[in-house]
């Protein structure tokens, strides 16, 4: 499971993570990558991808 998420949302998808795998996720960092992804709630520019 992968939540692309703002910076705005870090902390919601972190609350979905451990709620829905019951682990702390990973958090990495979008760098300059040519595929943009968008926030999965909002339509800013994703700048963290949250798995495991």
């Known amino acids: 499971m992968?939540?692309?998420c703002c910076?705005?949302?870090t902390e919601l998808a972190l609350d979905v993570?451990?709620?829905e795998i019951e682990l702390a996720p990973v958090f990495e960092k979008i760098?300059?990558?040519t595929d943009?992804?968008?926030c999965e709630y909002c339509?800013?520019?994703a700048v963290y991808v949250?798995?495991?």
Do not use: P, R
Request: hydrophobic residues 25%; without cysteine; glycine residues 4%.
């Open 43 to 45: 339509d800013n520019e």
């Open 31 to 33: 760098e300059n990558s």
């Open 17 to 19: 993570m451990v709620d």
């Open 2 to 4: 992968k939540i692309y």
């Open 36 to 38: 943009k992804k968008s």
């Open 50 to 52: 949250v798995g495991n």
């Open 7 to 9: 910076l705005e949302h």
